[in-house]
């Protein structure tokens, strides 16, 4: 099972009824998160909540991917398997970061969309 088909199972609202393809899925399923963190992302105790839930999102969708590349049935290049769960430790560490207030979540909005341009075909370092 590759990350894509793991995602639509979690995320069902979010390609239910749609014919994306799974690269697709995981640029819209990225973008829908990444647009959360950017607009959760204030120094104001009264967001801070949706701050969490956006940063929880996030996680739950590089688990996903992690889970996905860690799957010895993964197609996908060992070194590109191994940057990919790479990039999960780092979503994960930061996001306590954000969560204790000693970080912002510009990491990993700049993380999700070097993925997204991936996935998108124009490469820039994902």
Known sequence: ???STMART???AASQG???TP???EYALLAKVTALLKETDR???LAFPALAQAIEQN???WLR???DVAHPDNELPRDLRARIFYLYEIVQQHSA???AHRADTGLLVDINRAVMRGLAGQGGGS
């Open 23 to 25: 690269r697709s899925t």
């Open 10 to 12: 979690a995320y069902s």
């Open 43 to 45: 120094h104001d105790a």
């Open 97 to 99: 970061r954000v969560l």
């Open 1 to 3: 099972m590759n990350a």
């Open 59 to 61: 996680r739950k969708l």
């Open 18 to 20: 749609s014919a994306r």
């Open 65 to 67: 991917f992690a889970l």
